[in-house]
Nanobody
Framework: QVQLVESGGGVVQGGGSLRLSCAAS????????WGWFRQAPGKERELVAR????????DYPSSVKGRFTISRDNAKNTVYLQMNSLKPEDTAVYYC?????????WGKGTQVTVSS
């Protein structure tokens, strides 16, 4: 089992940037598929970025493509989400997930609020 802790959320003005971090317990980063999801009030949770155990990165959804970048530091056992040119519609709770063997693990989330 892996435990995930997100950090880096906060309040930012539109057009600003934030970098989210997801720290995982144990030496796990390179053996899991990782994802960043977000959930806004009244909306379903949506995937915004995914990086595979192999290091391959899935296509970003159009809502964040060109603005968000996922990366991984195996030495630090941490996955990042760099978010640039933030928009008010990016406001949500952002969750980190790790997946292996059909099992998904989740962090508790970090709030991102983008003001207009």
């Amino acid at each position: 089992q892996v435990q995930l802790v997100e950090s880096g959320g906060g309040v930012v003005q539109g057009g600003g940037s934030l970098r989210l971090s997801c720290a995982a317990s144990g030496r796990t980063a390179s053996t899991y598929d990782w994802g960043w999801f977000r959930q806004a009030p009244g909306k379903e949770r949506e995937l915004v970025a995914r990086i595979m155990a192999s290091g391959g990165i899935a296509d970003y959804p159009s809502s964040v493509k060109g603005r968000f970048t996922i990366s991984r530091d195996n030495a630090k056992n941490t996955v990042y989400l760099q978010m640039n040119s933030l928009k008010p519609e990016d406001t949500a709770v952002y969750y980190c997930s790790a997946r292996r063997g059909g099992i998904n693990y989740w962090g508790k989330g970090t709030q991102v609020t983008v003001s207009s």
